[in-house]
């Protein structure tokens, strides 16, 4: 069983959109999909309620795990973790206790990269990934292109020493996925094309050893 999880300390950087798509891309792949969200919010949940109004598209589970243990079927293939902002210190290790791939949304602002800084910095003491047995991919997301404030984003990614393995542009297919319960690889092609083809990095990435632990 696969472990997945979208984490940073900040709010609002699109945790919950990459868990779910995450969630939708390996479902519509035939795996047996759970997404756990730990977030009392509940939004990774009410996006699978939203889900239930369309047929012939796959299932995916939902654990409501801020509240209730995490005891998943063992035909379980995967579980998508989406856990709420605000997490620090030795939360964070224990968050990681039992993950393998750690996915870390950023947005190119000024608040948002220097918490994404803060937190980087938890995250490369914390003992699971100093010994790689949890592997981070950053993604820089809500970018706009050829504006200052993603130049910055890009630089500070660079500095990181952690991968960026994905860039996604700022786009109405997220607010569309929010809406509906729908992962973009599952909204019509026409409008979802281009957010497709930047997951594209993401998912070569999930998918290859470098996202594994050691
Ligand atoms: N790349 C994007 N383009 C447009 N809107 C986005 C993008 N990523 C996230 N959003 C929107 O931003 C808001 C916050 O995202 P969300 O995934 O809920 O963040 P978090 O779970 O980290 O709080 C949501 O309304 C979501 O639809
Ligand atoms: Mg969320």
Redesign the pocket.
């Given at each position: 069983m696969r472990t997945i999880m979208v984490m940073n300390a900040k709010g609002g950087c699109g945790?919950?959109t990459l868990a779910t798509n995450i969630a939708t891309f390996y479902a519509d792949d035939g795996q047996n999909v759970v997404i756990a969200d730990f977030?009392p919010?509940g939004?990774s949940i009410d996006w699978l309620t939203a889900r239930e109004d369309y047929t012939g598209i796959p299932e995916i589970s939902g654990i409501e795990a801020w509240h209730k243990p995490l005891n998943v079927p063992d035909s379980t293939d995967l579980i998508v973790m989406?856990v709420p902002a605000g997490i620090h210190g030795k939360d964070i290790d224990k968050a990681l206790a039992q993950v393998q791939t750690l996915v870390v949304p950023v947005l190119p602002s000024a608040i948002d990269i220097r918490a994404a800084a803060r937190f980087l910095k938890e995250l490369k003491a914390s003992g699971r990934v100093c010994e790689k047995r949890t592997r981070i991919g950053l993604v820089a997301n809500r970018v706009r292109e050829n504006t200052h404030v993603f130049h910055e984003l890009e630089n500070f990614l660079k500095k990181s020493k952690i991968p960026c393995v994905a860039t996604l542009r700022e786009s109405q297919t997220y607010i569309r996925s929010a809406e509906t319960g729908l992962g973009l690889y599952e909204l019509p092609p026409s409008s979802a094309r281009v957010d497709v083809d930047q997951w594209e990095s993401l998912m070569r990435w999930m998918n290859s050893k470098r996202s594994m632990p050691r």
């Amino acid at each position: 069983m696969r472990t997945i999880m979208v984490m940073n300390a900040k709010g609002g950087c699109g945790k919950t959109t990459l868990a779910t798509n995450i969630a939708t891309f390996y479902a519509d792949d035939g795996q047996n999909v759970v997404i756990a969200d730990f977030d009392p919010q509940g939004s990774s949940i009410d996006w699978l309620t939203a889900r239930e109004d369309y047929t012939g598209i796959p299932e995916i589970s939902g654990i409501e795990a801020w509240h209730k243990p995490l005891n998943v079927p063992d035909s379980t293939d995967l579980i998508v973790m989406d856990v709420p902002a605000g997490i620090h210190g030795k939360d964070i290790d224990k968050a990681l206790a039992q993950v393998q791939t750690l996915v870390v949304p950023v947005l190119p602002s000024a608040i948002d990269i220097r918490a994404a800084a803060r937190f980087l910095k938890e995250l490369k003491a914390s003992g699971r990934v100093c010994e790689k047995r949890t592997r981070i991919g950053l993604v820089a997301n809500r970018v706009r292109e050829n504006t200052h404030v993603f130049h910055e984003l890009e630089n500070f990614l660079k500095k990181s020493k952690i991968p960026c393995v994905a860039t996604l542009r700022e786009s109405q297919t997220y607010i569309r996925s929010a809406e509906t319960g729908l992962g973009l690889y599952e909204l019509p092609p026409s409008s979802a094309r281009v957010d497709v083809d930047q997951w594209e990095s993401l998912m070569r990435w999930m998918n290859s050893k470098r996202s594994m632990p050691r």
